[in-house]
């Protein structure tokens, strides 16, 4: 009877799982205007960072760029040192980071309103960040 009870929690167990396109957590797109893609980070560090030490984090963009050094782009090795900062890399420059930082803020405030009060952070891939 036992083995019987656990083989159907089993199954309704695999019914539940939610293996769709429609399911964020597999699915995941860039939103246009909001989310933000973590660029020279791990996602082991990154927890690391936030449980375990229990620091905060912030969002450092990209400095602006003059036309002339545009053309020439080195991939330099990413240091130890960035992978254990409290400042997560992104490409954007400040005004894109400052804007899309704000519509994903204000999306998650509406979409808290409608789930109930349930908080979602996804980390799709290795390093994004919504």
Not at 97 to 124: V, W
Request: net charge negative; aromatic share 6%; hydrophobic share 35%.
């Amino acid at each position: 009877m036992i083995a019987s009870i656990l083989t159907r929690l089993e199954s309704s167990r695999k019914e539940l799982l939610d293996l769709g396109l429609r399911n964020p957590l597999l699915n995941y797109k860039l939103p246009a205007g909001k989310g933000l893609h973590i660029v020279e980070e791990q996602s082991a560090a990154i927890y690391d960072i936030l449980v375990r030490e229990g620091k905060t984090m912030s969002f450092l963009g990209r400095p602006e760029k003059k036309q002339e050094e545009e053309a020439v782009q080195y991939n330099e090795p990413v240091s130890k040192d960035a992978l254990t900062d409290t400042r997560l890399q992104t490409n954007e420059n400040q005004v894109t980071l400052h804007s899309r930082l704000l519509n994903t803020y204000y999306a998650a405030r509406d979409e808290h309103g409608r789930a109930g009060g349930e908080h979602s952070l996804y980390f799709p891939g290795d390093v994004a960040v919504v």
